[in-house]
């Protein structure tokens, strides 16, 4: 039997770590909803002590990754990192309850709050009406404003892979989206803000155009005007500096399409 540890807990949970710890030992996958599977890491959505959550088990495979998850510099250790500043910056993520580690094998679990509701892609997919398409584009376009130019005086902060399945949206609005997957989330350092706010306009419009929904140009137009709050002059910057990276970015096709999930 594989022997668990504890790596990094959340104060929601700290104090039944061990019972957290006793629920990964003893779970079972056939009894829990597949999300998403590659060669080394199964996403699982589940119930642990009364809790939905998300299950992100990954194989640490090789010398250097076994350094990287030692140092705790690993893909899991930077989602976790990534979801702290975002708490912080009052941007909605998926909370993360537990970090373990398990041997043998060598593997990483990752435990987050689940969060319900359709992916902005999903929803996009949809072919919602001109109204809620003008929402959902004006709470993109906000967020990514108040990532990339805060106005509280915290840190501008930016998500190099900012892409619709990574977003999830209430399902009863269309108000700020949930990040979900934060591994990319990161202090944005020197770099300029509104290069940063480009990329992420960017990554919103090359996932769905790469899966056959192409964003309208009235939703890619409120979303520039949105994320250069509201200013035509820094509207028309950033629709110039996102149509450069889109043009350069070649196919947008993904190697899996996030909208053929796993069977149940």
């Known amino acids: 039997m594989p022997t668990f540890r504890p790596r990094r807990s959340s104060p929601s949970v700290a104090e039944r770590v061990g019972a957290w710890l006793d629920c990964l030992a003893s779970f079972n996958p056939a009894e829990a909803r597949l999300l998403k599977a590659d060669d080394l890491s199964r996403v699982w959505q589940a119930t642990l002590l009364d809790t939905p959550v998300v299950i992100k088990a990954t194989i640490v495979q090789g010398p250097i990754n076994r350094i990287r998850s030692w140092m705790g510099r690993s893909r899991s250790f930077r989602q976790w990192e990534g979801a702290q500043l975002l708490s912080r910056a009052g941007v909605p993520t998926a909370e993360p309850l537990l970090l373990a580690s398990s041997s043998p094998p060598a593997c990483e679990w990752l435990v987050l709050r689940a969060i319900e509701g359709p992916t902005v892609l999903e929803t996009l997919a949809q072919r919602p009406s001109a109204d809620r398409l003008d929402r959902l584009a004006t709470a993109l376009g906000t967020q990514i ?23 999830i949206l209430d399902p009863t609005g269309d108000g700020t ?77 993904p190697k899996v399409n996030p909208l053929n999930k796993p069977p149940r």
Do not use: C, W, Y
Not at 145 to 167: A, C, Q
Not at 209 to 238: C, E, I, K
């Open 145 to 167: 404003r108040s990532m990339t130019h805060p106005t509280d005086g915290s840190p501008p902060i930016f998500n190099r892979d900012h892409k619709p399945s990574n977003l």
């Open 177 to 253: 989206p949930t990040i979900v997957d934060t591994v990319g989330v990161r202090l944005l350092g020197r770099a300029r803000p509104d290069i940063a706010a480009a990329r992420m306009v960017a990554s919103l419009i090359f996932e769905p155009t790469g899966v056959g929904h192409p964003p309208s140009q009235p939703f890619v137009s409120r979303l520039v005007g949105a994320a250069a709050g509201g200013d035509p002059r820094r509207a028309a910057a950033l629709a110039r500096l996102t149509s450069a990276l889109v043009r350069a970015h070649g196919d947008p096709t």
